[in-house]
């Protein structure tokens, strides 16, 4: 009974989602968005609190079922995240798909997509790692082509799924070729078994290097990244915002945790795999992709999703600064940027959401002007763009700080340099939609006040605005809590 | 709720009335009366009331001085505001409050009864030119004066060139900014060197930095491989600039003159109170660290003589009398440095001032006769104006008196006691200061003459046009005023009657017991030591009397050869012996000695090399760098773009060439294959 409370994020999560399919079949006809979106805002609400609560009473490290699960600092840390990003991606929805059909199945998959997530987080063996991937992905295929008469939505979905099938091949064949090297599949077993008998290393380090490829399509770190634009894209904005934040947080935990406690860098170097190196490379290229792809984008959704590109570019800084001396450091710098991105990328998509709700226009032309229409949500807006952009608009400002003095201290100076031109360039787009929002002149036939407000994404937005500016001047609770959860991990 | 609860309501009452006028006069123009100038009075009576209230609580031996606001914390120092209350800046604090106060109470007259436009940025300029220099005065570390002295200078440039629509106005405004800036570079980098060099810029306190500089220079270390006598002149000297900007002393004073194209109330308050007054204030407020410099001392003496004497003869020659007026400042404040140089803090302070006083006096004096001779300052064109203008006449006359330091107005305690230090301490075996005093002397007589022409020219003798014939009328704000100062320029000497006390054989050097009530390292005895066992300053005891009887003399001589030149009922420029035996004289002293034109020349010359290099550089080297790193970024980031091509097994074949090379290089690096 006790682990069942262990796992109460992740519970909540799942009996949303349960409850929405039940809901749904008692009441077919007559089915509310209201009592739908109510579902999943409790759900998430009480998975939030839950993970907060099991983190100041918790101790340490738990593992449960057989060493299956593991219930830590991180997994709550990220359980907050996930379950964050999944409540105000509710609240945002209902406006959005108020018109459209479907809509407990939209719920359902979102809850059962975020309840993967979540599990992700606390996957303590490579079969569950797996498992969990595959619940977390097999819904988000879904809600991409949630739209499934138009074409955009059909075909990003699709090109989703082919290219996370060929990921999960890779991953499973990779814990596969592991497993077959040592024999075991749970992560100390793992790391126990390297360092105890290292043998068919070149076996192992193929499997652990197909495994980190996995682990880059959920991150969508470059090269398997090429989904990312496209599903971004077609999908609608509030599925976007969910699958760029959440599933890209819960992506990294699983790579922290497989990394460090399955093949901890001293323990594979005897096997001669540096993967730190490979992390490196991939940090290198996925933070420049992002970043100057991003550059040149017309479509503002487009832009949001090579930015998220980039700053999964940023996180991956952490891994890769790994083998130097500041391990608690890095790691807990890349868990409070992911904390701080899920606030203020969410945000963002949100926002397109909302435009999107009002029949703006894809491109930055589109937007012209839509500050002075609209200037609550445009600040909000100009706050979380100045914010990913690392302006002290809000928390990003401080966690792309720490991330980068972290590397430096760890003696990974490059990386903290390549980043932070990555960043100055990356305020060049930024900058563009928020030019096009206050500066330029505004187009004459947008009419907003006809369509009403929406409330729901307008809250949500709200939320996220506020979370992003207070995460400022009171940065230390965040600080705490990731530095915890790291500390957790790293020992 | 203590006696020091207040300070803060000093300068922020002006600050509250700067919002109040700036935004209440662009939303609800009419809920505001007189464009502004109510908030304005209400917040300047009130910051002068807490002022006074200072004053007992001082002087039974109560200071302030605490950190307010920490804004940064940094390995060297902290930087923060706070105040500091002693005796100097508490008196500073009423005489600023007061002039600013009837400052606006003379502008009502000036600017309101003129139906003059633009009013709300006027007063809100006035406020904010208040609040800056009130929150100078009280600053307790130098950073926060730097600071704040730049935002002096900022309002001066906004009410300077008040008629920006006028030609001359602009230009004035902003040559005052650039030649004072010219100067602050000098204070800035002198900032940071006191920050670096000792931690702290506090003024006042064991840890601050005139305390650290002494025990520095007694310890007999070197200090960052320098002696550290070095480092306190070469510090000095660095403030010395921004004091030599601001207070307009030579070669920095060309700025002054022609700031009178701002409003004349503007003038006062710049020349009496806040601008000028900032820049010996700093001096004084610094005192103790400068004492420890004989070097930096004499060249402060002789800075501010020979600025007395020149300013005083390029004054003798000026049709305007507001041109007149600013050279007079210019010379005053060559005094105040003179005797700041010379060892002479109590005189320093005390002719800063009779000065504010009875140089607000004139100002306003001077603002109630442009009115009364509709807008014209030519004194060619006035005289006569005796009977017409009575108060204004009295009023006048006292600070012309003060001025040219007649018995017993307040000009004449203060100067003679400047000259008294002075050689006081040039024959007790400082001879350079004897030059000083020199200096200081002639500029006596001159200063004597440039009085009496310019009272004479103005209200003697027979109206030499129309205006002056039929002056204007004026109302009580203009007078009040000149009332108050006026009978304030008569009674102010009393606060240190050196040679009274003397002959009377009683000690009446209040001032100077007032300051010394200060805490230890700021009292005036204090200073008086470190002068004498630092820069050798010695007092020969020289009397005062004889002094006083010297300089009054020189004084009168001064005006008597004024009124042999000027006495006919229509006097004439041409007529004097000017246009005669003294033709190239006259000639040079209209031009100024030529000080505008060699500056504009050595400007001109450095800046369009330096110009155009910059130009060069800036645009290939810079620009070209940033213009061709963002094309390079860009035609970059459109072949990334190109990669994502839409067509799904593209993606599955990059990605798998992607893994592949991967694999390979971590199987070759691994030693795998």
Known sequence: ?491 | MGPFDLIAAIPLLPLTAFLVILFAGHFTPSALPKCGAIPGILALSGSFIISLSLLPLVYSGNFFNNSIYLWATWSISDLHFGFLIDPLSALMLVVVSLIALLVFIHSLGYMNDQNEQGLFRYYAGLSLFSFSMLSFVISDNLLMSFIFFELVGFCSWVLIGFWFREDAPPKAATKAFLVTRFGDYFFLIGVVAVLVIFGTANFAGPNSFPVLAKSAILSGQTLNGLDPQTWVTIIGLLILGGVIGKSAQFPLHTWLPDAMEGPTPVSALIHAATMVAAGVYLVARIYGFYALSPTTLAIIALVGGFTALLAATMATVKHELKQVLAYSTISQYGYIMLALGAGGYVAGIFHLTTHAIFKALLFLGAGAVIIAMHHDGDMWNMGGLREKLPVTYWCFIFGSLALAGIFPFAGFWSKDEVLLETLNYGLGGSPILLIGYAFGLIAVFVTGFYTFRMIHLTFHGSPRSQAAREPHSLRWNIKLPLVVLGSLSLLAGAINMVPLGEILGIDLSYLHHWLDTAPSNLTAHHYHELTESFSGYHSAYFSSIISAILSLAVAVSGMAFAWKLYQSPNPTESGTVYSTRFNTIYRILMHNYYQDDYQLMIASLTRNKLATFANIFDQKYLDGLVNELSSKSLSLSNSIRRIQTGAVTNYALLLSIGLVLILFIFALLGGWL
């Open chain 1, 1 to 491: 009974m006790s682990d069942l409370v262990l796992l109460l994020p992740q519970l909540c999560i799942l009996s949303a989602a349960l409850l929405v399919l039940i809901y749904n079949t008692i009441f077919r006809k007559s089915t509310k968005l209201t009592i739908l979106t109510l579902i999943a805002v409790v759900g998430s609400f009480c998975s939030i609190a839950s993970a907060i609560f099991l983190f100041i009473s918790q101790s340490p490290t738990v593992t449960i079922f057989g060493d299956q699960l593991v219930v830590d600092g991180s997994s709550l840390f990220f359980s907050v995240i996930i379950s964050s990003v999944t409540l105000l991606v509710s609240i945002a929805s209902y406006n959005y798909i108020k018109p459209l059909q479907n809509q407990a199945e939209y719920y359902s998959l979102l809850l059962l997509a975020a309840a993967g997530m979540g599990l992700m987080a606390s996957a303590n063996s490579l079969v569950i790692a797996f498992v969990a991937m595959e619940l977390a992905s097999l819904p988000s295929y879904a809600l991409v082509t949630y739209l499934k008469n138009n074409e955009g939505s059909t075909e990003s979905g699709l090109k989703y799924f082919l290219i996370g099938a060929l990921s999960s091949a890779i991953f499973v064949y990779g814990s596969s070729l592991i497993y077959g090297a040592t024999g075991s599949l749970g992560f100390t077993a793992i790391s126990e078994s390297i360092l105890n008998t290292p043998s068919l290393s070149g076996l192992l380090g193929i499997g652990i290097l197909m495994v980190i490829g996995g682990l880059a399509f959920k991150t969508t770190s470059v090269p398997f990244h090429f989904w990312a634009p496209d599903a971004y894209e077609g999908a609608i904005s509030p599925v976007s915002a969910f699958i760029s934040s959440a599933s890209k947080a819960a992506g990294f935990i699983l790579a922290f945790r497989i990394l460090i406690e399955a093949f901890p860098l001293d323990v594979v170097s005897s096997i001669g795999l540096d993967w730190a190196l490979a992390i490196q490379i991939l940090a290198v290229l996925t933070m420049t992709l992002g970043n100057f792809a991003a550059a040149l984008q017309e479509n503002v959704k487009r832009m949001l999703a090579y930015s998220s590109i980039g700053h999964a570019g940023y996180v991956l800084i952490g891994l890769a600064a790994l083998s130097g001396s500041q391990d608690t450091l890095v790691i807990g710098a890349s868990m409070m940027h992911l904390m701080i991105y899920g606030f203020m990328n969410t945000g963002a998509f949100l926002f397109i959401a909302l435009a999107e709700h009002w029949n703006v226009g894809p491109t930055f032309k589109d937007y012209r002007g839509l500050g002075s229409k609209a200037p609550l949500v445009s600040i909000a807006m100009t706050v979380f763009l100045f914010s990913l952009a690392g302006l002290p608009t809000g928390g990003g400002f401080l966690t792309k700080y720490v991330l980068f003095m972290a590397a430096v201290g760890a003696g990974f100076w490059w990386l903290a340099a390549i980043g932070a031109i990555n960043s100055a360039l990356s305020l060049y787009f930024y900058t563009r939609l928020v030019k096009s929002l206050w500066v330029d002149p505004p187009i004459s036939d947008l009419n907003i006040s006809s369509k009403g407000i929406p409330v729901g994404i307008y809250v949500a937005i709200l939320i996220a605005a506020v979370v992003t500016i207070l995460s400022l001047p009171f940065f230390s609770p965040f600080a705490d809590f990731a530095m915890a959860a790291a500390n957790i991990l790293i020992s």
